[in-house]
């Protein structure tokens, strides 16, 4: 019997939560400022990121965000020349970024906290001397604000997780040294979610 009704106060749970679920498509862009981690004599580059999200809201606390972007990232880096003068290149790495994040409202209200992974694709890069790895995963987190016509303002930090040139690291004395090479991305953008019934 105890069964029966801990499996009935499941099924009236999950009827009652499947009932409040909201789901909202949407559209997501703005601003990169990217980086890579452990080179020397780089500088941030800036461009830009655009997508598509699906709005999965559960309650006015919570909702989860899968979301596809196409993302250009990299950096700001520089050749040298035997005379010793140098040049300012922008290397680029292009990602199709497939990711979900979770959303936490406060109060319910328009302000939240996001936090969530995000596998990151390669399409493109324009490195000659090398050849990044065709993948990375990372940890996105930050902060937002929903206006009550969908409409958001939201800045992110992603945090890539993968050496994204996948090879071991020698110094001058020829000890074994391993500094790994990593994406980071500061967003800043905007998306807004279509009204669902």
């Not at 009935?8 to 980086?35: C, D, E, K, W, Y």
């Not at 009550?148 to 939201?154: C, D, I, K, S, V």
């Amino acid at each position: 019997m105890r069964k029966i009704v801990v499996i009935a106060f499941v099924l009236f749970i999950g009827i009652n939560a499947q009932a409040q679920v909201r789901v909202s498509p949407g559209l997501r862009g703005g601003l990169n400022v990217s980086t890579l981690t452990n080179i020397d004599d780089n500088n941030s580059k800036t461009d830009f990121y655009v997508g598509g999200l699906i709005d999965i809201r559960f309650n006015k606390f919570f909702s989860l965000q899968p979301e596809i972007t196409y993302s250009r990232q990299g950096d700001e880096g520089r050749e040298y020349f035997n005379d010793g003068s140098y040049r300012n290149i922008n290397y680029e790495l292009n990602y199709i970024t497939l990711g979900a994040v979770a959303k936490f409202n406060f109060n319910g209200g328009g302000f939240h906290l996001l936090a969530g992974p995000s596998l990151d694709l390669k399409v493109g890069d324009n490195y000659i001397n090398s050849n990044p790895e065709d993948f990375d995963l990372a940890i996105v987190g930050g902060i937002g604000y929903t206006l009550p016509n969908g409409l958001t303002f939201e800045a992110r930090i992603k945090q890539g997780l993968v050496d994204i040139y996948g090879y071991d690291y020698y110094n001058n004395d020829g000890y074994y040294t391993h500094d790994a090479v990593l994406n980071q991305v500061f967003q800043i953008g905007i998306s807004y979610k279509f009204k669902t019934r």
